[in-house]
């Protein structure tokens, strides 16, 4: 192994900055088909993002990078 990234803290703020996109677009998204953009629909997709942002955050998941490179002969 080359080199490796850890970057699981940047991802909890993708996952933060995804839910302020779908929660401040919710009216719209439910108007594409209101029976499947339903509240239960809001209720588990926001529970995911803010749910696995918070394990991203506090260490509980790892998000990593690697660069490989072949031994030189």
């Known amino acids: ?14 996952l933060d900055h995804w839910f302020f996109k779908f929660q401040s677009n919710w009216p719209e998204i439910q108007l594409i ?3 499947i953009f339903n509240e239960k ?3 588990r997709w926001s529970y ?6 918070g394990v991203f955050e ?3 998941l790892g998000l990593y990078q690697f660069t490989l490179q072949k031994p030189s002969v």
């Open 48 to 53: 995911y993002l803010n749910g696995v942002a």
């Open 33 to 35: 088909n209101p029976k």
């Open 41 to 43: 629909f809001f209720r």
């Open 1 to 14: 192994m080359h080199e490796s990234f850890s970057f699981g803290k940047d991802y909890a703020l993708t």
């Open 58 to 60: 506090s260490g509980g």
